[in-house]
């Protein structure tokens, strides 16, 4: 079992910055790929970002250039530092973990989820 935390989230005006935190503990934090999905209210869960074992980084292309994805396996830690925020990306930040060869992005091969984290972005 792996447990996931999320912190960081909270309000924002348009174009600011927030930094997502996941603290994780259980298993070997080293062994997962570890990303993060969100939803907004009457939307499905979608990814957002990951980053592979091998610290290899994905993107959703909604967040390309604007988001960073980044991990601390010493800290068993994985932040994802949002900037130039939009009101489109008002959601609930899930931490995730991934076992598996290859970092896929649909929610179903997620192994293990955190509780959320609610970022609103204002406009």
């Known amino acids: 079992q792996v447990q996931l935390v999320e912190s960081g989230g909270g309000l924002v005006q348009t174009g600011g910055s927030l930094r997502l935190s996941c603290a994780a503990s259980?298993?070997?934090?080293?062994?997962?790929?570890m990303g993060w999905f969100r939803q907004a209210p009457g939307k499905e869960r979608e990814f957002v970002a990951a980053?592979?074992?091998?610290?290899?980084?994905y993107y959703a292309d909604s967040v390309k250039g604007r988001f960073g994805i980044s991990r601390d396996n010493d800290k068993n830690t994985v932040r994802l530092q949002m900037n130039d925020l939009k009101p489109e990306d008002t959601a609930v930040y899930y931490c995730?973990?991934?076992?598996?060869?290859?970092?896929?992005?649909?929610?179903?091969?997620?192994?293990?989820w955190g509780k959320g984290t609610l970022v609103t972005v204002s406009s």
């Open positions: 259980g298993r070997t934090f080293s062994n997962y790929h």
């Open positions: 980053i592979a074992r091998s610290g290899n980084t």
């Open positions: 995730t973990a991934q076992m598996g060869l290859v970092v896929t992005r649909r929610p179903s091969d997620i192994n293990y």
